[in-house]
């Protein structure tokens, strides 16, 4: 059994000393890339979300004065969530409030999927890119005690170079971690804002719609009466 026990601890060193920590330098450089992939086009993507503003603006200003087609013809095809909100609540106006409330909490749910798209990659990296970088500081730290032991002339100055050469890893899985963690946490903000004002427009919408329900059954007894 000890026999077994050290064929095996055999093996597993030998394939630690193997694959050493450069593989693990790679790794982290290619998710690092990924990373500011992603970071770049959510970006660009929020940066577009923001250009449907004046528009979105635009339509509210237009509803109460013009009536809902007015104001979905003025929002076209805006692709910001509290323009997606606002459609779907006005395109269903005429099914009654009930359904438009359920329209608008579908589309809230829908555009935030749409919003954090890419986001658990970057939270998953922050957290798990320093673990990935100590894994291959301890491989190195293995191979320079290793090297020791083969050569033991050359005493401490081999270990300490080696070492040294390990903690590389430590460092740059830190240093891919931090922006992947504090971009997570800026697109993050920014989605829990989107959803927010989306749900406050969601609401300006119902209150119009109820608003108007009273009138349209006015108008719609008068026509009646006469």
Do not use: C
């Amino acid at each position: 059994m000890p026999q077994t026990e050290n064929t095996l601890d055999a093996q597993l060193l030998d394939i630690m000393l193997r694959a050493g920590s450069r593989w693990v330098l790679w790794l982290l450089l290619t998710l690092s890339l990924l990373a500011v992939a992603v970071m770049v086009e959510r970006i660009w993507f929020f940066f577009q979300e923001k250009q449907s503003r004046k528009t979105l603006d635009a339509a509210m200003a237009a509803l109460p004065k013009s009536g809902t087609a007015a104001a979905l013809a003025i929002l076209g095809e805006a692709k910001s969530m509290q323009a997606a909100v606002v459609r779907a609540g006005l395109a269903n106006a005429g099914d009654g409030a009930a359904s438009v409330e359920e329209h608008i909490a579908a589309t809230v749910e829908s555009e935030r999927l749409r919003y954090e798209r890419g986001l658990a990659f970057l939270g998953t990296l922050g957290s798990n890119a320093p673990f990935v970088g100590l894994f291959g500081t301890v491989l190195g730290i293995i191979r320079a005690f290793h090297d020791l032991a083969a050569n033991s002339a050359q005493g401490a100055q081999a270990v300490m170079a080696g070492i040294a050469e390990a903690l590389v890893a430590t460092a740059v899985g830190l240093l891919v971690a931090i922006p992947a963690v504090a971009a997570y946490n800026a697109f993050s903000r920014h989605v829990e804002t989107a959803a927010a004002a989306a749900g406050g427009l969601g609401h300006s919408v119902l209150a119009y719609i109820k608003a108007e329900k009273p009138k349209a059954e006015k108008s719609a007894n008068a026509n009646g009466a006469a």
